[in-house]
């Protein structure tokens, strides 16, 4: 099967492809691979993933999601009431540390306190996304862990040598420094760029992951 040369117009398809997607007050724009999405979205979910369903199409290096989440009148909930949710489901979470809070501001949820690995500090990010009347989640929590930065880098290319996602001769490459990982490198796939920033954020003792991946497309 062939693939589509015009991305605005693929994208466009697959946003309305995905069932999980309204995409009716959506605009897609496109300069050369690189997508910018404006228009609005009932829900923060969907926020999330218009900017998901873009990245798969075939030909696109860059996604900018400037959508704006506007709640139906049904789900607002004031800023108590969505705390209140927000760190019930926190506490709900097996793989969230207990002192993760949640606090919430006109639909908009902040979270604070420290994790050791990145895996939880994106777990607490998803037990809360999903809330009904939340607009934007904003996390602010920190990741302590002492690790050597070189069990740290042998940690991330071992994941990558590991990985289906990854070819053998990518030239991906993961710098440590005080355990913030640089990424840098070409990857032919937003699954690829995934895959990489994924091991990265999974290797023991990182603290940060700074994305300055290439996706040829």
Known sequence: MGKTKDVRAAVEKELSFDPRIDSAHMTVSNISGDVTLTGAVPSYPQYLEAAAAARRVAGVTGVHNHLEV???EGDYRDDVKLATAANNALAQNVTVPDN????AEDGNITLTGTVSYGTERAAAEAAVAGLI???????DIDIAYAADPIDVDLHIREALD???????????SADTTDNIITLTGHVRSWAEHDAVVDA???????IDVRDNLQVTG
């Open 70 to 72: 506007v709640l139906p």
């Open 100 to 103: 993760v809070e949640a606090t």
């Open 133 to 139: 009347g939340v607009r934007h989640v904003g996390n």
């Open 162 to 172: 590991r990985s289906a996602l990854v070819p053998d001769s990518s030239d991906v």
């Open 200 to 206: 990265a954020r999974m290797a023991v003792g990182v």
